[in-house]
């Protein structure tokens, strides 16, 4: 059973134009690193929350969100904290959010023991210690006395790891805990997520808009674009044969740092809004292969081609987007 299900889940707000989350269904299981890839907006960020039970008030759900086999979207408050204090787990993108600035790390880290576990506080302190120890910080037990202007900002990441891990999770959902860090930082946190991986047998579910960071980390890959999924696959199948435009148009707008030097190729258009809603395929206003008729009016749903499930009207025509560096430009067939 996977550690995490979520299945056909609607997610609406009052005053918005459509869903932010439109039917998306997918699954990470233990030891399982699977990333979701889009651009700001997609919902990423809403799927996630979903896994703890923390919609935005006056959210109105319908499908599934399972995890451990428990349906949150139908839990009872007892029931969302014991998932969010035993089970699940988050690291959210900006650790000076979400640490107060005016306590110390170590209530920080050890407050949900003493509080929900009922340790004593040196046993939560030695606990603290381990962990941040585990993360990689030098000297653990003075970083414990420390306010949070007082470390940087790779140190604070790996302070909101050490705190995710506090609960000893089965699922860790990771909302773009790379993405303000400098690439040496950045590299050496993935390190820490996938040592952890390795050693605890986590489920991790890694958010970001980076589709070269993506492919480099994760096992399976699921591409989001104004609240669905509209591709999934294996990593290495997925990025290197994309069967949906969008996702080769992520891929054609992402820079190589080695291989000869290539022209990037922007995905025309910006993004929909909230506001905005389409009958037919979200991404045909922004498609260089949108059908008329079809693509415009029909919404797309995913189908299996080879190893990968596309949505998308023409998946079945369209050969060689581009994928890896050095893939030919696509066409028609």
């Not at 059973?1 to 707000?13: F, G, K, R, T």
């Not at 699954?27 to 907006?41: H, I, K, M, P, Y």
């Not at 040196?122 to 603290?128: D, I, T, Y």
């Not at 990441?157 to 909302?175: H, N, S, Y």
Request: proline letters at 8%.
């Amino acid at each position: 059973m996977a550690l995490l299900e979520i299945e056909d889940l609607h997610v609406e707000l009052p005053g918005t134009a459509r869903p932010i989350l439109d039917g998306v269904s997918l699954t990470v299981s233990a030891g399982e690193f699977v990333a979701l890839v889009g651009e700001s907006g997609s919902g990423k960020s809403v799927t996630a929350r979903a896994a703890l039970g923390l919609l935005p008030p006056g959210a109105r759900t319908a499908g599934h969100v399972r995890v451990g086999g428990t349906d949150l979207l139908t839990s009872d408050a007892t029931t969302l904290r014991d998932i969010r204090t035993a089970t699940a787990s988050m690291i959210f993108q900006d650790p000076r959010a979400s640490i107060n600035p005016v306590r110390r790390v170590g209530d920080f880290l050890t407050e949900s023991l003493r509080r929900n576990h009922g340790w004593p506080r040196a046993r939560a302190n030695a606990r603290a210690v381990e962990l941040l120890a585990a993360v990689g910080l030098p000297d653990p037990a003075r970083h414990l006395t420390q306010y949070p202007h007082e470390l940087s900002g790779g140190m604070l990441q790996r302070v909101m790891i050490a705190g995710a891990l506090t609960v000893e999770p089965e699922l860790l959902l990771c909302d773009e805990p790379t993405t303000a860090l400098d690439v040496t930082t950045q590299a050496e946190i993935l390190a820490i997520l996938g040592r952890l991986r390795r050693e605890r047998g986590l489920g991790v579910l890694f958010i970001t808009h980076d589709v070269d960071l993506a492919a480099a980390v994760a096992d399976r890959v699921y591409v989001m674009y104004a609240g669905r999924i509209v591709e999934t696959a294996a990593a290495m199948d997925l990025f290197g044969r994309p069967r949906h435009p969008y996702t080769s148009g992520l891929l054609g707008s992402t820079p190589q740092l080695e291989g000869p030097a290539i022209r990037l190729t922007p995905v025309p258009g910006a993004p929909m809004s909230l506001l905005e809603s389409a009958p037919g395929c979200a991404f045909a206003a922004r498609c260089h292969f949108a059908e008329p008729g079809t693509c415009d009016e029909t919404p797309p749903t995913l189908q299996p081609y080879g190893p990968t499930l596309a949505a998308c009207h023409r998946a079945g025509e369209l050969t060689d987007l581009p994928g890896a560096p050095g893939s030919q430009k696509g066409r028609v067939t």
